[in-house]
């Protein structure tokens, strides 16, 4: 499946997604800059990622333990999103996000 | 010497799990260590970030915490006496006339030793620091991650940001000297223990607490000197908290940070080593786990584990030249059961 993910230049990277594995694993694996310091386990906010207002509704809703771990996200919106939170399925072909700062940085 | 100068064989940086399995192994190599860590407690990323999560590939072991995992390793190290600094991060290495190292902390703490050990993992961790246009200017007059003295906080107008529990935690705490406590946080709920947030939800309501739902946008002030911190809110836009303090807490990040400038062969902000020793490009400074690399690395516990092995045999010969090695189980000799304290 073909996610596309703008980095904090402003640049679209088309990448290829896996059902049954999480959006942060396949940002990583496409080799771009996402920080995932916990590896995945929901225990940080350095995956953070804004959802394409388009796909907010196909993404879910944030678990009680993602929400609170958003608190330790910086620049918040409503779209945010932990990358690691958000598992992969063919709902998903063409989901837009876009890197946070603190993801990267 | 001084109260915090110390000498020993081997100086590990970085109390992680690897850190504290390689006590083990140069232990009963009969070689004492001395560790430091910026964290305020052994366990690394397994007590920062996973204390509650679960590991599942630690052979013999199919599930534990990173606290539990942590906890067995400070039992298995105990008899080998390690003594730990923590707080502190290790900010400069110098070599010796005699051949050794002399390791400085960011608290003074001076140690000397035959052999560094960095298992650093992913680096320190450091505050995470809020993106805004002028920050470092008011980093350390103004804008401070940590509460060292109450004290200095007496009649401040002090904006704490976050909504964890070191932002609830300081914000009861210094409510009682600063002139106002304002928190900022980017929702009406918090990751924070429920009685303080039902505590300072009750300072709010009596009008002697202020609480914004905002995110912040930007700091005024000149010299160093904060006036206010600007904070953007999603229905009234921005505006201005007067303001003399501000406390970020959105928890830690991890940075590579003095280490880089030890002088060692770096490959993406990971330290080269060799698949024998474990050895960096500078004899007798070893990496061991996460914080290495060399053809087919994996960032495992495990792994971490292995290579802190291997690296305490070549460590034995800097430390003791001359002396033959003996290649020993613990099942079996009596001279590694009397080092573990168990004959």
């Not at chain 1, 990448?15 to 310091?37: C, F, Q």
């Not at chain 2, 050794?100 to 680096?123: C, K, M, N, P």
């Not at chain 2, 495990?302 to 290579?307: A, D, I, R, T, V």
């Amino acid at each position: 499946m073909k996610i596309t993910v703008t980095d904090l230049d402003g640049n679209d990277h088309v990448i290829e997604g896996k059902a049954g594995w999480t959006l942060m694993e396949s940002i990583r694996d496409a080799g771009l800059p996402i920080k995932a310091e916990c590896g995945g386990a929901c225990a940080c906010a350095t995956c953070h990622v804004y959802v394409d207002m388009d796909w907010i509704d196909a993404t879910g809703e944030r678990s009680e333990e993602e929400e609170d771990m958003i608190d330790l996200a910086l620049e918040v919106e409503d779209s945010s999103r932990l990358a690691c939170q958000i598992e992969l399925s063919d709902a998903l072909e063409g989901l837009k996000v876009k890197l946070a700062r603190d993801a990267v940085l | 010497m001084s109260d915090n100068a110390y000498e020993t064989d081997v100086v590990i940086i970085g109390a992680g799990p690897v850190g504290l399995f390689a006590v083990f192994e140069l232990g009963l190599l009969g070689l004492k260590c001395h560790l430091i860590d910026i964290l305020d407690r052994a366990g690394g990323q397994c007590a920062e970030l996973y204390p509650e999560k679960p590991i599942y590939d630690i052979p013999a072991v199919p599930m534990c915490t990173g606290q539990e995992l942590t906890d067995r390793l400070l039992e298995q190290i105990n008899a080998f006496e390690p003594v730990f600094h923590f707080q502190e991060m290790a900010e400069k290495l110098t070599k010796l006339e005699d051949g050794r190292w002399h390791l400085t902390t960011d608290q003074g703490t001076e140690i000397t030793s035959t052999v560094v050990v960095i298992a650093a993992g992913g680096g320190s961790f450091v505050p995470k620091k809020p993106h805004l246009d002028g920050l470092e200017d008011f980093e350390g007059s103004s804008v401070h991650y940590a509460v060292r003295r109450i004290e200095d906080f007496r009649d401040k107008r002090v904006v704490i940001a976050g909504g964890g529990d070191s932002a609830l935690d300081w914000a009861l705490n210094l409510h009682p000297v600063a002139k106002r406590v304002t928190i900022v946080h980017h929702r009406d709920g918090f990751r924070a223990a429920p009685a303080s947030v039902e505590h300072m939800r009750s300072l709010v309501e009596k009008g002697e607490m202020d609480f914004e739902i905002a995110q912040l946008a930007g700091l005024e002030g000149s010299g160093g000197q904060l006036s206010g911190v600007k904070v953007k809110t999603k229905t009234d836009g921005e505006n201005t908290i007067e303001a003399d303090t501000l406390l970020p807490f959105f928890g830690l990040t991890m940075k590579l940070g003095p280490i880089a400038e030890f002088g060692l062969n770096l490959h993406e902000n990971l330290i080269t080593v060799d698949t024998e020793k474990f050895e960096t490009s500078v004899p007798s400074i070893f990496a061991i786990g996460d914080i290495n690399t060399y053809p087919g690395k994996l960032k495992l516990i495990l792994s971490g584990f292995h290579e802190g092995a291997l690296m305490s045999q070549a460590a034995f010969a800097y430390c003791r030249p001359g002396e033959r090695l003996r290649f020993q189980y613990t099942t079996s000799s009596s001279d590694l059961q009397k080092k573990l304290g168990v004959r």
